[in-house]
């Protein structure tokens, strides 16, 4: 009995390895998930805390440095440079113009060169609602319009409105009602 029991337990462990290939994880079959390394160095290859945000701001030849500096170094290092790039961009900042939230070009690209998401633990987390702005973001938020109109829509919202909407106004597929909330893929 106990040789029984002994032939057992190796058969269903050679069925256990067997049944859990590389090819059942998803991705390219490859092995992609199945053995992580978890040795050597790491390099942080992009940051997006603020969707568009890097695209649209950090100047190429910069792009790397910008994805490898630290937030808590990157106000420092870049808020010059999404300064000059957003006054080249936006008219609605020359002479001191503000934006929606009032703020000028040097208050606002202080604020969005530090590429983080701020979340907040006790209030609506959202991008912007109409009334609370970075507090989140949820999935249905229309990240790219919130960031044109702060960009172009100047102390109203209307200062460029032909630049000021990407006019997709939600996603291809309704997101889920539980984890994990993302649609399925097309």
Same mark, same amino acid.
């Given at each position: 009995? &106990?040789?029984?029991?002994?032939?057992?337990?190796?058969?269903? @462990?050679?069925?256990?390895?067997?049944?859990?290939? &590389?090819?059942?994880?998803?991705?390219?079959?490859? /092995?992609?998930?199945?053995? =992580?390394?978890?040795?050597? *160095?790491?390099?942080?290859?992009?940051?997006? /805390?603020?969707?568009?945000?890097?695209?649209?701001?950090? @100047?190429? #030849?910069?792009?790397?440095?910008?994805?490898?500096?630290?937030?808590?170094?990157?106000? !420092? +290092?870049?808020?010059?440079?999404?300064? $000059?790039?957003?006054?080249?961009? #936006?008219?609605?900042?020359?002479?001191?113009?503000?934006?929606?939230?009032?703020?000028?070009?040097?208050?606002?690209?202080?604020?969005? $060169?530090?590429?983080?998401?701020?979340?907040?633990?006790?209030? *609506?987390?959202?991008?912007?609602?109409?009334? !609370?702005?970075?507090?989140?973001?949820?999935?249905?938020?229309?990240?790219? *319009?919130?960031?044109?109109?702060?960009?172009?829509?100047?102390?109203?919202?209307?200062?460029?409105? +032909?630049?000021?909407?990407?006019?997709?106004?939600? !996603?291809? &597929?309704?997101?889920?009602? #539980?984890?994990?909330?993302? $649609?399925? =893929?097309?």
């Amino acid at each position: 009995m &106990k040789n029984l029991k002994l032939v057992s337990g190796y058969l269903f @462990s050679a069925l256990l390895l067997i049944a859990c290939s &590389k090819n059942d994880v998803p991705g390219n079959g490859e /092995g992609v998930y199945n053995n =992580p390394v978890l040795s050597g *160095t790491y390099i942080q290859e992009d940051q997006m /805390g603020r969707p568009a945000v890097n695209t649209v701001f950090v @100047s190429s #030849s910069s792009k790397d440095e910008f994805n490898r500096t630290t937030p808590d170094n990157q106000g !420092n +290092a870049f808020q010059g440079m999404f300064e $000059a790039n957003l006054l080249a961009l #936006s008219p609605a900042y020359a002479n001191g113009g503000l934006n929606a939230l009032g703020m000028d070009a040097t208050t606002f690209t202080t604020v969005l $060169a530090t590429d983080v998401l701020n979340v907040s633990l006790d209030g *609506t987390t959202t991008f912007y609602d109409g009334t !609370n702005l970075l507090t989140g973001r949820a999935l249905a938020d229309d990240v790219i *319009t919130v960031e044109l109109l702060l960009i172009f829509g100047g102390e109203d919202f209307t200062e460029y409105p +032909a630049l000021s909407n990407d006019h997709v106004d939600e !996603n291809d &597929k309704p997101f889920l009602t #539980s984890f994990p909330y993302l $649609a399925s =893929p097309w």
